[in-house]
């Protein structure tokens, strides 16, 4: 099989600028050369031909002239507020197989408030919030403080910063207002979930397999720090002691976090893979934070990788893993 990778290529990490100092850009989401070079070599350690192709602007024209066998696609795309579906709906046009969620998927996980609204209808736990736009006032209506400010369309924990927990009125305000002048686009609300936070990642589909599930453990920051993944933690706090994998999950709780991810997985339509984060709340029943159907594939650095080599996949077994769920789905 001729498999094409298919990637953006962070070529720096910028700011936002001025008005988001602390804030990632958007370049924060895009891969690494390494990266897509140890995705290319693990392609083509399963025997196929690998092939790399950048989500640009040639990339219609590349994969149309390419015609692979299957797309193993981790674009983040271009600036846009749908950009993660940008690939998906190349290769649907094109008619070409390719791993991961389809462009619905992809472009209403990445919309945080519509994903809410979907897993609210499926009775999948998420903290109450609100979505506040530009222009319009901001205050916590029915929202009980502390509260979590972050941008509606971001990943990678771009515009979160210790600040994004807010605890009255005037902090929300101003942390609502740093979104909207960085990122121009809506911020969401939500309620703090002040317990224990996980990391679950997911493969294959129906009833997918759940990797061994990581803690972010903030029991190790500096005190003062609130617990919270930022991305300064992601950065300076890379080592084993602030992620516990596997973590240690009595079992009860074990199933219900393994459970509310798998039904998040589910009801959002996710396709061969993806990362779920969830956090518990006071009572200690797990939320869905977030959904990552394009989950960073870093070696020994992004959670799954580091999932896939606690479960004795390694790196080679977690890119078999998918390109295996998709070529069942596509009957190859
Ligand atoms: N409602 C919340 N309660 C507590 N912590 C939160 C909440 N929302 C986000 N966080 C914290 O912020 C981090 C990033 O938020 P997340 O929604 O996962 O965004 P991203 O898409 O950037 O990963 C989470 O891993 C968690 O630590
Ligand atoms: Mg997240």
Redesign the pocket.
């Known amino acids: 099989m001729r498999v094409a990778v298919v990637y953006n290529l962070r070529r720096g990490v910028a700011s936002v600028g001025e008005a988001g100092a602390g804030f990632a850009g958007l370049e924060a989401e895009y891969d690494t050369f390494d990266t897509v070079d140890a995705l290319r070599a693990a392609v083509a350690a399963t025997g196929d031909e690998a092939l790399a192709v950048e989500a640009d602007l040639d990339c219609l024209g590349n994969l149309r002239r390419l015609r692979p066998d299957m797309v193993f696609n981790i674009a983040e795309g271009l600036p846009g507020e749908s950009r993660e579906a940008q690939v998906p709906m190349l290769c649907e046009m094109l008619g070409l197989p390719h791993t991961g969620s389809g462009p619905l998927t992809l472009a209403l996980c990445l919309d945080?408030g519509v994903a809410k609204r979907v897993l609210r209808d499926a009775g999948v736990p998420t903290?109450a919030a609100v979505v506040m736009a530009p222009g319009a006032p901001v205050a916590g209506g029915p929202l009980r403080f502390p509260l979590?400010v972050?941008p509606l369309r971001?990943?990678?924990?771009?515009g979160?910063t210790p600040e994004?927990l807010v605890r009255d009125e005037a902090g929300l305000a101003r942390q609502v207002r740093r979104v909207h002048a960085a990122y121009g686009e809506p911020a969401l609300v939500?309620?703090?979930?002040p317990g224990r936070?996980f990391t679950v990642g997911l493969l294959g589909n129906g009833e997918p397999a759940v990797l061994p599930v990581t803690e972010?453990a903030y029991g190790e920051v500096p005190a003062g720090y609130p617990?919270?993944?930022?991305y300064g933690f992601k950065r300076e706090w890379d080592d084993a002691r602030f992620y516990h994998c596997p973590a240690p999950l009595e079992p009860a709780l074990l199933a219900r976090v393994q459970r509310v991810a798998r039904d998040t997985f589910r009801c959002l339509g996710c396709r061969d893979v993806a990362r779920v984060?969830l956090?518990l709340d006071a009572e200690g029943t797990p939320h869905c934070?977030?959904v990552?159907p394009l989950p960073g594939l870093a070696p020994g650095f992004s959670d799954l990788p580091r999932q896939a080599d606690a479960a004795g996949l390694g790196y080679g077994g977690l890119v078999r893993a998918i390109l295996d769920a998709a070529r069942a789905r596509y009957g190859i």
């Open positions: 945080k903290p979590f972050k971001e990943g990678s924990s771009m979160v994004s939500e309620e703090f979930l936070e972010i617990p919270v993944y930022t984060d956090r934070l977030d990552n």
